[in-house]
């Protein structure tokens, strides 16, 4: 098993380039991707909207899952999945509170309120302009409204790729989905009377992508009922958060391993001994912003690793590369700490080695996150998306202080 992953890219092209620049597993040639012999390549979900290059970054995904087939795995991430709303909400079927906020049925405006308001995504428009004008196309404020209706039409660009991705993958001991697994979303399938429950982790996650899928296609085939509900509202539920809350219990594509602030916290003691015991001992997520670097947290006492890799929110624009074998995880990235010094991460970690990395300093406090040259670095992360990304000697710490990082 030769894995490379990357994840949350999120329009960032740049992202995309550094992950594959001497990357001996996953390059890029002109503008398709190329894998080594025998190499899987992951992409873990939301490959758009944060940057000026969506539609590019989603061409050469889709080319690539079409030149390689089950080579190249993709997870739909909440970001590309929730602009399936565009389709209809841009077709006369806008949302209540939209039209209250704007207060007039101009589609740009509309589409900004949206954008903003309820994806997360309060530049997108801009960013779809300047992709526009780069691609010499028209990108006055109605070409940028048809760009993304047509981009998520039945047979659109983004319509296509999301047929070709997946909700949760399986390779060895490697559990990947989008968000995360909790006691509401692991086994768990929706269905037509709520949800379905499967113990066995192998039928759960082909019936949860076979969902998914029949999700898909219902919007493909335009299925809307007499009253006007369409059928594939239940996976616009699944990738949003729980009303009134930060995530979503029972979805792979919102769950959070993370505390309010987004400190990175293990899945409970109930879950990881779940995993393990049908045999996953590493559960690779994106979703939750973890620093300028992946995030590796452990719980050595059971064999479990959790890897949290969206770098969407760091103060560098590299991608960070994992690399996953049968039993060794490689992390290399960038990292600019809180005294403004940028440093290179490198290291690789193997399943029973005796290590510090991945455990937390005290109850409260910030993770040890992996080597920096002869010393440490530590992340931890606080209200509004910051964070802190400090250096710390081994002798700063005891090993009697380091925790296991649940919450």
Known sequence: MQIAYLTDVEGQWEKLETFCSGNERVWL??????????VTFVFGGDAIDRGPHSLRIVRVLHDAKRRY???????????????????????????????????????????????????????????????LRALAKAHDDLSVVESFRQDVAPSGALTRY????DL???????????????????????SESGFESFRGLDEWVQ????????????FVAQVVSAEGRVAWQPVID?????????ANPHSVVYSRSADEHNNPRLPSPEIVKRLVDQGVRRLVVGHTPAGDTPCLLRDPTRGFELLIADNSYSRV???????LDADTTRIEGQVVLDDETRHSV??????????????????????????????????????GYQMQQQRITANAWHERELELPYA
């Open 168 to 190: 949760a993958h399986q390779a060895g001991n490697v559990l990947f989905v989008h968000g995360g697994v909790s006691e509401g979303s692991l086994g768990v399938v929706p």
């Open 317 to 323: 624009s590299v991608g960070s590369r994992v690399f």
């Open 29 to 38: 040639s002109g503008e398709q991707l190329q894998l080594a012999e025998g």
């Open 346 to 383: 490198a290291f690789t970690q193997l399943p029973d080695e005796q290590s510090a990395i991945g455990l937390r300093i005290g109850k409260a406090g910030p993770l040890l996150k992996s080597p920096l040259e002869a010393d440490y670095l530590t992340f931890k992360a606080v209200a």
């Open 69 to 131: 087939g089950e080579r190249v795995v993709l997870l739909a991430g909440n970001r590309d999945i929730n602009k399936l709303r565009l389709w209809r909400e841009l077709s006369g079927h806008p949302p209540h509170k939209a039209l209250e906020a704007v207060g007039d049925t101009d589609p740009a405006n509309l589409l900004r309120w949206i954008m903003r308001h309820t994806m997360g995504a309060p530049d997108a428009f801009e960013h779809r302009r300047t992709e």
């Open 162 to 165: 999301l047929t070709q991705c």
């Open 207 to 218: 019936r949860l992508n076979a969902w998914y899928h029949s999700q898909i296609d219902a």
């Open 238 to 246: 699944y990738q949003a958060p729980s009303p009134g809350k930060r």
